[in-house]
């Protein structure tokens, strides 16, 4: 199949959906992209939740028109339409089921894409091979395999591939980040990251198979996922926790701690990766575990993501967090801020009783505490701003696979119940075959990956 027939022709539900979105968003061709000076002119692809939370900013920004949307929910599509139209004035964004229609327009320059996390990479694609840049939500994508595509896609087009990390936007978190790189609190040897809340016993609950709402063309929903049954808990927000559609916690926050990690450590990847956990609390059908705990070990540096729903122990009173680890002393971050607490040496008794007392080094590290700030603004303009510089954006994909690879690489080692050795050049697993068929799947028919 050719790559013009898999982005026209490959993803259409029914050829009268296609038919129909193609006059939703019928455009007069301009011909250009917009310059410097002009107006930014933007879709968004999946107007459910974090869509809309997305466009809280981009609809701040005076120099951004949204003209279309597309949501396979047409209720999530009409719905933020009118959203659109109410806060910017103007005519109503057009709407409808099919994002591909979008991407003819020549005066679009960019799309904003919100949707379910197995459903990134195929519009990215789609999207920068029709020109358009592109800012996307975190994880990068469902699997490793379409992260390098969608790299590889940015690189051969030119396109400018956003992520939504947006931590990095946040000046508590460079600030954070500059302590750990200059030596401050010593050695970094240990960094832990963590997510506690307590759902137990039920969970998301019993769910029912159900008939499709006629509202939503399910069939696109589930896209390159297996074909399964309707059911609310596999729906919106809900997908998160089937491995089908994500990765869990893992993936859902473990990506935006473990990116913040990477970022200070100057680490692109862990050496090796090995998982624990389950299902152990919730009474529900999720199949990604709700108590999860990874060892990441890098050569100086362990890193362990700790998950778990069913307790809700606040660790030094926060219930999600980072805590690096030095021989001088602690760095506590979080969103609301970040805190250095100072250790102290102390000669233990046993040392004391063979080598004689003497007196410990002091430690010269002051306690300090910086208040957040939220990245979310400044990440969106940095993507704007970039559209006309054609600077890389703060999150550029590369940036941002590397992260959501560590949440894959905790899912695989999880999946498989051992330890896993990883080469971060190659992208592929030390001599271990059933490991690396976990790093692709075989998308459903007609929803294969274009080729790039």
């Known amino acids: 199949m050719t790559n013009e027939n898999v982005t026209r022709r490959g993803f259409v539900g029914t050829a009268g959906a296609a ?21 930014k002119r933007l879709g968004i692809i999946g107007a459910g939740s974090r869509g809309n939370q997305l466009l809280d900013d981009f609809l701040r920004q005076e120099d951004v028109d949204l003209v279309a949307v597309a949501d396979v929910d047409d209720n999530h599509a009409g719905a933020t339409a009118d959203r659109i139209k109410k806060v910017k004035g103007g005519e109503r964004p057009d709407a ?23 459903w990134h990479a195929l519009p990215t694609l789609h999207a920068v091979l029709a020109g358009k840049d592109v ?25 400018i591939i956003a992520v939504g990390t947006q ?4 000046n508590h978190f460079r600030k954070a980040v500059e302590v750990v790189q200059s ?31 006629p509202y939503v063309d399910y069939d696109r929903w589930l896209g390159p996922a297996p074909e399964r049954p309707f059911n609310l808990n596999r729906f919106h927000l809900l997908f998160r926790w089937y491995f089908d559609y994500a990765g869990g916690m893992m993936s859902d926050w473990g990506v935006h701690l473990n990116d913040i990690v990477l970022w200070a450590l100057n680490a692109r990847a862990p050496h090796s990766v090995y998982a624990t956990g389950g299902v152990r609390t919730s009474e529900d059908d999720r199949d990604t575990p709700d108590t999860l705990q ?4 890098f050569p100086e540096t362990t890193l362990t993501y700790s998950m778990r729903k069913g307790n809700g122990y606040k660790f030094n009173g926060h219930d999600y967090g980072i805590l690096f680890c030095g021989t001088d002393g602690s760095l506590m971050l979080d969103r609301s801020g970040f805190e250095i607490i100072p250790d102290q040496v102390v000669l233990p008794y046993g040392i004391k009783l063979v080598h004689g007392d003497r007196e410990p080094r002091k430690i010269a590290l002051e306690a300090s505490k910086e208040k957040g700030d939220d990245g979310q603004g400044p990440h969106v303009r940095n993507f ?3 559209l006309a510089s054609r600077d890389k954006p703060t999150s550029d994909i590369e940036i941002a696979h590397q992260s959501t690879n560590t949440c894959h690489l905790g899912n695989i080692a999880y999946k498989l119940g051992r330890k896993l050795s990883w080469d971060a050049d190659a992208e592929r697993f030390k001599d271990d075959p059933e490991a690396d068929a976990l790093l692709s799947r075989e998308a459903r028919k007609g929803y294969e990956l274009p080729s790039v």
């Open 19 to 39: 038919v129909g979105a193609a006059s939703v968003f019928a455009a007069p061709a301009i011909g250009r992209a917009s310059a410097a000076s002009e107006r």
């Open 96 to 118: 409808g089921r099919d994002y591909r229609a979008m991407l003819d327009r020549k005066d679009l320059d960019a799309v904003i894409i919100a949707t379910p996390d197995h």
């Open 135 to 159: 800012y996307v939500e975190k994880p990068v994508a469902h699997n490793i395999a379409e992260g390098r595509a969608m790299i590889e896609a940015g690189k051969k087009t030119g396109k």
């Open 167 to 170: 931590q990095r936007s946040s």
């Open 183 to 213: 030596g401050k609190l010593g050695k970094v040897f240990w960094v832990q990251t963590w997510n506690f809340e307590n759902i137990s016993p039920v969970g998301m609950g019993p769910s029912p198979d159900v008939e499709t709402p």
């Open 294 to 297: 990874v060892v990441y070990e």
């Open 384 to 386: 704007l701003d970039c």
